[in-house]
């Protein structure tokens, strides 16, 4: 019986699947099912599938309705427990999937287990070792451009980045799906966050490894697109997910965190932007839909506000830490 399905949401990524899809062929354990969601591509995505993969399922949607719709798409049409979301721009090592069920499979409340994602073309460089996030309303990557060989333990993380994760797939049904209202970027924090909520946990497997290219969809770091909706998705992230007294708690360091991110958009040109998407958090804010407060999750919230002060401090570890193992 088949225990995986892997989704891989696509957008004119035509040029990225045959290194992704070639790699998943090889795995050790093929005991998967694949399904590819297509956002409108115009690049010929479909018809290579089509002609080349006919192992893969295709579901077509008539335009990009964001990372988040897509996964949503695929998640619900598996029929497997768990749930592999890989992007397209990837290519992953001969045990991946297998190492990932394994950590998986260690515990039932494990919600996702994040892979070791490694630079695509620098092998000995992380590109993120599972996401954090901090009281100040920074979210980063784990390790990222900081040496491979310091990130072999297994570890508890704040959530998992959706490039290349196990999930659970009952817990959905739980906590809910990625929020399509953040259409791209966050929406993995955010899921994770809501699992964090419920007393779920999400793991760092270091033995499922897989090189990322990163940006392939978007095609750059920073664009005002990116910018925009990560500055209007992290307003939606705290207010989703943090009760009212959270709120009020972390008011200062959350605001003072804004203010330092626009001030390092200002200097990357971005700075107008940045603040554009603020503002449109602030306003549009009540179309999301909040975590219900309920007082047997009070100590996973404790628990959160712990980690979440305790974060700000392994961000400045990690700053000084990548600019030492240049």
């Given at each position: 019986?088949?225990?995986?399905?892997?989704?891989?949401?696509?957008?004119?990524?035509?040029?990225?699947?045959?290194?992704?899809?070639?790699?998943?062929?090889?795995?050790?354990?093929?005991?998967f099912?694949?399904?590819?969601?297509?956002?409108?591509?115009?690049?010929?995505?479909?018809?290579?599938?089509?002609?080349?993969?006919?192992?893969?399922?295709?579901i077509?949607?008539d335009?990009?309705?964001?990372f988040?719709?897509?996964?949503?798409?695929?998640?619900?049409?598996?029929?497997?427990?768990?749930?592999?979301?890989?992007?397209?721009?990837?290519?992953?090592?001969?045990?991946?999937?297998?190492?990932?069920?394994?950590?998986?499979?260690k515990?039932?409340?494990?919600?996702?287990?994040?892979?070791?994602?490694?630079?695509f073309?620098?092998?000995?460089r992380?590109?993120?070792?599972?996401?954090?996030?901090?009281?100040v309303?920074?979210?980063?990557?784990?390790?990222?451009?900081?040496?491979?060989?310091?990130?072999?333990?297994?570890?508890?993380?704040?959530?998992?980045?959706?490039?290349?994760?196990?999930?659970?797939?009952?817990?959905?049904?739980?906590?809910?799906?990625?929020?399509?209202?953040?259409?791209?970027?966050?929406?993995?924090?955010d899921?994770?966050?809501?699992?964090?909520?419920?007393?779920?946990?999400?793991?760092?497997?270091?033995?499922?490894?897989?090189?990322?290219?990163?940006?392939?969809?978007?095609?750059?770091?920073?664009?005002?697109?990116?910018?925009?909706?990560?500055?209007?998705?992290?307003?939606?992230?705290?207010?989703?997910?943090?009760?009212?007294?959270?709120?009020?708690?972390?008011?200062?360091?959350?605001?003072?965190?804004?203010?330092?991110?626009?001030?390092?958009?200002?200097?990357?040109?971005?700075?107008?932007?940045?603040?554009?998407?603020?503002?449109?958090?602030?306003?549009?804010?009540?179309?999301?839909?909040?975590?219900?407060?309920?007082?047997?999750?009070?100590?996973?919230?404790?628990?959160?506000?712990?980690?979440?002060?305790?974060n700000?401090?392994?961000y400045?570890?990690?700053?000084?830490?990548?600019?030492?193992?240049?």
């Amino acid at each position: 019986m088949k225990k995986i399905t892997v989704v891989i949401p696509n957008y004119n990524g035509k040029h990225f699947l045959n290194p992704c899809l070639s790699s998943l062929q090889k795995q050790s354990m093929k005991e998967f099912d694949t399904i590819v969601v297509d956002n409108g591509s115009t690049d010929g995505s479909v018809e290579l599938l089509e002609k080349e993969y006919p192992w893969v399922e295709v579901i077509k949607r008539d335009k990009n309705y964001g990372f988040c719709n897509a996964v949503n798409v695929g998640i619900k049409r598996s029929k497997t427990p768990y749930v592999l979301l890989l992007n397209n721009d990837t290519k992953v090592e001969k045990e991946f999937v297998k190492e990932l069920m394994l950590e998986m499979e260690k515990s039932p409340k494990i919600f996702s287990c994040s892979s070791k994602m490694l630079h695509f073309t620098y092998h000995d460089r992380m590109d993120d070792a599972g996401d954090m996030y901090s009281i100040v309303g920074w979210q980063f990557q784990r390790g990222v451009a900081r040496l491979e060989k310091n990130f072999q333990k297994t570890a508890d993380v704040f959530s998992s980045c959706a490039g290349a994760a196990l999930y659970r797939k009952e817990v959905f049904e739980k906590i809910g799906y990625f929020d399509e209202g953040h259409f791209a970027y966050l929406e993995d924090m955010d899921i994770g966050y809501r699992a964090r909520i419920y007393g779920y946990r999400n793991v760092f497997c270091p033995k499922a490894r897989v090189y990322h290219v990163g940006s392939g969809t978007t095609g750059a770091k920073y664009s005002e697109f990116k910018v925009k909706l990560s500055a209007r998705n992290t307003v939606y992230l705290n207010y989703k997910n943090m009760p009212v007294v959270q709120l009020v708690m972390n008011f200062v360091p959350l605001c003072i965190g804004y203010i330092i991110k626009w001030v390092f958009f200002i200097r990357k040109g971005y700075g107008k932007v940045y603040l554009e998407g603020v503002i449109e958090g602030i306003r549009t804010r009540k179309n999301c839909k909040r975590v219900l407060f309920q007082w047997r999750n009070f100590f996973h919230y404790v628990k959160i506000e712990w980690e979440l002060f305790l974060n700000f401090f392994l961000y400045i570890y990690e700053f000084f830490m990548r600019r030492i193992e240049r």
